[in-house]
């Protein structure tokens, strides 16, 4: 060994320990890790300068492990690669020498091999019990990492330390492959040392550095496996993760629980988790990698494209066409991908799967759109999710000649995926809805089309701002649900059930009627929906009723009954509702000032200067919220920007009156004068529909605006509308003032820190703990009037007017 290999090496410190308590214990030591991870160097060093016998498992015989003679004095014995004998299907005889070394007083045995302590030893193990380092023992930790690139003189800049550290994943080989690459380089570059590695060569030292650790692999590991093994891990290398099932469709073998079983003592290669009782296998990232680039260089395109379409047809049975498209695309399976469109188009009700399908559907020839209504019908829907409304407009054109064209079962699908359309568009809105519905009543009746489901909220809490904007069906909300109440459910089937209900109840919510009725209608709502309806109507039932104990003051109680039915959804597999369920609660957050759920949230909201979606709608008007609680206020304004632009396309009344509110919120906050143009554009829209509670839920944030605007009720030419104006704006101006007495810090926080004196806080605590101010006097040695100057500035400094406020609060900012 030479002096500059003694330098290289990085002990282990904590396997040593435990190795050497092994040693002086006599007690067996199993050490495991992958490949490269220095097990062999670790037993070498550490036994070099005692004598030992080592053999190595796939290549010994019983003879010469029973040959080893018992003595008064101890042997060290050391057997490498116990992960071979997995390999074997005749080698009983091994294992049984080997259990007997382990049981024998005068030998010291260490095991060693890339798999936890295989079953075979499981007795034994626990009868003469085991020194177990593990592969974590092994790995380089960061200081570790550093201290071995100190040792070496590699110079790398910080943002090439964290790459290096993310391939070489803690594995002391990938360090030592890394430092001979950077020795090749730099001599071959002449480079200097204190020199630096420009992009390029680092690049180069990565990629050289990744092939090498792939090559060892191969050639130093899974070349020694039986042919059928590396076969089946290279074909199941497409996917990610797999289960036995799928397993069995990509390859077409059937014994694949067994091979599984071996494959799991070959190494620490693969790890297990459950999922809906069922074992997912997951490869290790560098063995997915290295088996992915070895089923390249072994196998033709033609037998990759095959695997692909064995995995793609899997997830089309198991109903999952997102990850059954990506694997027909890898396959170049052009017709599979468009009757899958085509499929997914005649079965989804919602059109969220259009959003998520676009790259497969912009991908199609026109001429091949053209030959299916499903998928011009798709393609207009998706143009339409998309903002593009004259491309929408386009295939809805081609889908009505289309129409015209056929006759018999091609012309019904036609008419019957435009009367989708015509319902479903979403720049279309709601103008001429009942008129459409009525003639779709009919059609459906006479049987000259078929409707697929449609979700009227997607998987939004409201209908009246769900898959449409139905503001305008508010106004005349009793009337029409008396007159096409029923028709309507008849239409959507199992989405219009307590349809009607539940409409009304947002809508007498939304225009601050008697409470009672609205939580009576929900609850009824609900019920419907849970007998033979679906589960997104729950959730607007329930973000009914948490609404009104918001309006109420009883936060917590909202923020409750949102987290059972998230557990409801969670556990009914409703993924995409759990999204949507998570934001509201998170709006919650907002009113409770539970700061460390915001920021957690925010972490994981979807990014808008990523891409706009306008399936994240509820979850950016949210983020705005957020930035002004924390005052990004340049950021909520941009947003909103983006929302209002979509308000407008898509002719989302409801949406461009909270943009408005919003955007007068920050632009009041930063100073720009046209604050109160903007509110009252809002106000106005809001009076219209007499929507109260768009406003007043604003609460804090949008008092000082309203009781500082010059904006009055329309005037109307009766009496008795200018008088029903009149209660609009006191209804608004009462409900925002008992918003911000229950929220005082709602939408504050990020305006202005709060900093009490330490006399305030002994105030305030004593107040918190209900004692008068003569109590609160005595108790500090204070006068009366003191004590009052000192509540006075409190008041003022948390913006409450009464010590139930200033404790609340003082508790939501954390001064208490």
């Not at 018999?408 to 359309?421: I, N």
Request: proline share 2%; glycine share 6%.
């Amino acid at each position: 060994m030479t002096e500059k290999d003694k330098i290289c090496y990085i002990r282990p410190k904590r396997a040593l320990r435990r190795l050497k308590a092994a040693e002086e214990e006599n007690i067996t030591a199993y050490i495991y890790g992958v490949s490269g991870i220095g097990k062999t160097e670790l037993i070498v060093r550490y036994l070099k300068q005692k004598k030992y016998q080592m053999f190595d498992a796939g290549r010994v015989s019983a003879e010469e492990l029973e040959g080893i003679a018992e003595s008064e004095k101890r042997k060290i014995v050391v057997i490498d690669n116990l992960h071979d004998l997995a390999m074997e299907e005749e080698c009983e005889d091994i294992k049984e020498a080997i259990i007997s070394l382990i049981e024998r007083e005068d030998v010291w045995l260490i095991l060693s091999g890339r798999c936890a302590v295989p079953p075979w030893l499981a007795a034994v193990r626990y009868r003469e019990v085991f020194y177990v380092i593990e592969e974590s023992e092994l790995l380089f930790d960061e200081a570790q990492e550093n201290q071995y690139i100190e040792y070496t003189k590699i110079l790398l800049t910080p943002e090439q330390r964290k790459v290096s550290r993310n391939y070489c994943l803690g594995v002391p080989l990938g360090w030592y492959i890394t430092w001979d690459i950077y020795k090749q380089i730099q001599l071959r570059e002449g480079l200097k040392e204190g020199e630096y590695f420009s992009d390029k060569l680092f690049s180069e030292l990565i990629d050289r550095g990744l092939s090498q650790m792939w090559d060892y692999l191969d050639w130093h590991v899974y070349d020694n496996w039986d042919i059928r093994i590396q076969e089946f891990l290279m074909e199941v290398s497409i996917v990610d993760c797999f289960t036995a099932h799928l397993a069995e469709m990509i390859t077409g073998i059937n014994n694949v629980e067994s091979i599984l079983s071996r494959v799991k003592w070959l190494g620490n290669f693969m790890m297990e988790r459950t999922e809906k009782d069922e074992v997912v296998y997951e490869f290790r990232r560098e063995m997915c990698i290295s088996m992915r680039r070895r089923l390249k260089r072994k196998y033709n395109k033609e037998q990759i494209h095959a695997l692909y379409e064995n995995a793609g047809l899997y997830y089309q049975l198991n109903k999952e066409p997102i990850r059954a498209l990506e694997m027909y695309q890898k396959a170049g399976e052009k017709e599979r991908i468009a009757s899958l469109l085509i499929e997914n188009a005649r079965t989804a009700p919602n059109n969220g799967y259009y959003y998520q399908l676009k790259k497969y559907y912009l991908k199609l020839s026109d001429e091949k759109i053209r030959t299916s209504p499903e998928l011009m019908m798709g393609m207009s829907m998706l143009q339409s999710l998309l903002l593009d409304i004259e491309e929408s407009e386009h295939w809805y054109q081609e889908l009505e000649q289309y129409a015209k064209e056929h006759s018999g079962r091609e012309r019904r699908r036609a008419r019957s995926e435009l009367l989708y359309l015509e319902i479903g568009l979403p720049h279309r809105g709601s103008e001429n809805m009942i008129e459409i519905l009525k003639k779709a009543h009919l059609l459906i009746l006479d049987k000259q089309v078929s409707l697929q489901e449609f979700s009227v909220t997607s998987n939004q809490a409201s209908q009246m701002n769900g898959g449409k904007d139905f503001c305008e069906w508010s106004k005349r909300d009793r009337e029409l649900a008396k007159g096409i109440g029923k028709l309507v459910e008849f239409i959507l089937g199992k989405y219009g059930k307590g349809m009607v209900n539940l409409a009304l109840s947002e809508s007498f919510f939304e225009k601050g009627e008697d409470n009672y009725e609205v939580a009576s209608l929900a609850n009824k709502g609900r019920m419907q929906a849970e007998t033979g309806g679906k589960l997104e109507q729950c959730f607007v039932a329930d973000g009914m009723l948490a609404w009104l104990h918001i309006i109420t003051g009883k936060v917590s109680e909202a923020e409750e009954l949102l987290k059972r039915f998230y557990k409801k959804a969670e556990k009914e597999e409703a993924e995409r509702l759990l999204p949507n369920i998570e934001t509201f609660i998170i709006r919650c957050a907002l009113y409770s000032q539970k700061k460390a759920e915001i920021e957690k949230w925010m972490k994981k909201a979807p990014d808008e200067e990523q891409e706009f979606s306008i399936y994240d709608r509820f979850h950016y008007l949210t983020k705005v919220r957020v930035y002004l609680q924390n005052g990004r206020n340049e950021q909520a304004y941009n947003l909103l920007l983006k929302c209002e632009y979509y308000a407008t396309v898509m002719k989302r009344i409801y949406i461009k009156i909270e943009v408005k509110l919003l955007m007068a919120i920050v632009q009041y906050r930063i100073g720009d004068e046209r604050w109160d143009e903007t509110l009252c554009e809002g106000l106005k829209m809001a009076e219209e529909y007499h929507f109260v509670r768009i406003i007043t839920r604003e609460g804090a944030a949008i008092r000082p605006l309203l009781t500082q605007s010059r904006w009055e009720p329309s005037r109307v030419e009766s009496k008795e509308g200018e008088k029903k104006n009149r209660q609009f704006w006191k209804q608004v101006l009462e409900e925002t003032e008992k918003m911000t007495r229950y929220y005082p810090g709602y939408l504050k926080a990020g305006i202005e820190s709060v900093t009490l004196s330490d006399a305030m806080l002994e105030v305030l605590k004593l107040q918190a703990d209900g004692l008068s101010k003569e109590k609160i006097a005595e108790r500090l040695n204070m006068s009366v009037s003191n004590v009052k100057y000192h509540t006075q500035q409190i008041y003022k400094r948390l913006g409450v007017s009464n010590k139930a406020e200033a404790v609340m609060e003082a508790g939501k900012r954390g001064l208490l």
